[in-house]
T-cell receptor
């Protein structure tokens, strides 16, 4: 069974600084996708970034980037130039893809607070 | 706005009752997923439908059932409700395989907050 572990229940960072959120996963699959979702106080689930396991290049989206280490089964999220609006719960998620048959497994989340 | 709609936004009911949550996927998406998020916890996958057929099943209780209709909207039925069923229920949708963006990206609705008293 696939499991996703986020070992940091809470983190904080000063505005404009950089923070890294950790995620590890366990799977015997070779092809899969990894995601980071953000859940602000509104509780909306917002996709931050995704990574295809077959791609060696780390994904980036503006201030958000990942460090994907496939052999170590590690998928960390780096937020640069943190902004107050980045305050949210961040969930790491793992998904294997079968033809139109897939479910996503989430970690327990990391609560990030950006301080002014 | 993800394009996924869920109704109602809030629902308050009593133990032992039955409720129905509704989800309309994004235009063109054929897959619908249901998730449960209890207080301060991660999301638990419940079930997936693709074009009307059940495709994947997670930790869904026997008291819960779902279906996807020909117009692709989906309903999640929760019966014999217990206090522990109080949670935020999310619906997500994704495109069919082969389309740009791919079936791997799920777009979430705003959720239905269920409170069982």
């Amino acid at each position: 069974a696939q499991t996703v572990t986020q070992s940091q229940p809470e983190m904080s960072v000063q505005e404009a600084e950089t923070v890294t959120l950790s995620c590890t996963y366990d799977t015997s699959e070779n092809n899969y996708y990894l995601f980071w979702y953000k859940q602000p106080p509104s509780r909306q689930m917002i996709l931050v970034i995704r990574q295809e396991a077959y791609k060696q290049q780390n994904a980036t989206e503006n201030r958000f980037s990942v460090n994907f280490q496939k052999a170590a089964k590690s998928f960390s999220l780096k937020i640069s130039d943190s902004q107050l609006g980045d305050t949210a719960m961040y969930f790491c998620a793992f998904m294997t893809i079968y033809y139109n048959n897939n479910d996503m497994r989430f970690g327990a989340g990391t609560r990030l607070t950006v301080k002014p | 706005d993800s394009g996924v709609t869920q109704t109602p936004k809030h629902l308050i009911t009593a133990t032992g009752q039955r409720v129905t949550l509704r989800c309309s996927p994004r235009s063109g998406d054929l897959s619908v997923y249901w998730y449960q998020q209890s207080l301060d916890q991660g999301l638990q996958f419940l079930i997936q439908y693709y074009n009307g057929e059940e495709r994947a099943k997670g930790n869904i209780l026997e008291r819960f059932s779902a279906q996807q209709f020909p117009d692709l909207h989906s309903e999640l039925n929760l019966s014999s409700l217990e206090l522990g069923d109080s949670a935020l229920y999310f619906c997500a949708s994704s495109p069919p395989s082969g389309l740009a963006g791919g079936q791997e990206t799920q777009y979430f609705g705003p959720g239905t907050r269920l409170l069982v008293l």
